[in-house]
């Protein structure tokens, strides 16, 4: 699990970004136009797949999922690595607690 803090990814851009290497499907949680909400704009949330590497995202929080035994491919990595430029930090706030830590896992080649 990955976060950004402050302004959200513009999750529009990102799907359009990642169109073009990755299966994207788009959901959209329920709201109301006169609502006040913190986190209105996490309503949003993409489904990226890469081959074994599938990603939950929104404009905080990527939640990063392996769906396949076996070692990750380039195209995995590839997306891993857009996942941790865009969303650079391990915990949802500045405080000192909520740390996630990748497991270890394979690469091809």
């Known amino acids: ?3 950004r803090w ?3 990814l513009d999750i ?9 290497d990755y299966s994207v499907k788009r959901r959209d949680f329920p709201g109301d136009d006169v609502e006040v909400a913190l986190y209105q704009e ?6 990226v797949t890469a081959d074994r590497l599938r990603i939950h995202m929104n404009a905080h929080r990527v939640i990063l999922n392996q ?3 076996g070692a990750f491919t380039k ?30 896992f394979e ?3």
């Not at 529009?12 to 073009?20: G, K, N, T």
């Not at 995995?76 to 500045?94: G, H, I």
């Not at 405080?95 to 830590?101: A, D, L, Q, R, T």
């Open 75 to 104: 195209r995995d990595m590839a997306l891993r690595e857009y996942v941790l430029t865009n969303y650079p930090r391990s915990r949802p706030t500045p405080f000192p607690w909520g740390f996630y830590i990748e497991p270890k």
């Open 1 to 3: 699990m990955r976060f």
């Open 6 to 8: 402050g302004e959200g």
């Open 67 to 69: 769906i396949e035994e």
């Open 107 to 109: 690469v091809e080649g």
């Open 42 to 47: 996490d309503r949003v949330e993409l489904m």
């Open 12 to 20: 529009d851009a990102a799907m359009d970004e990642l169109l073009r």
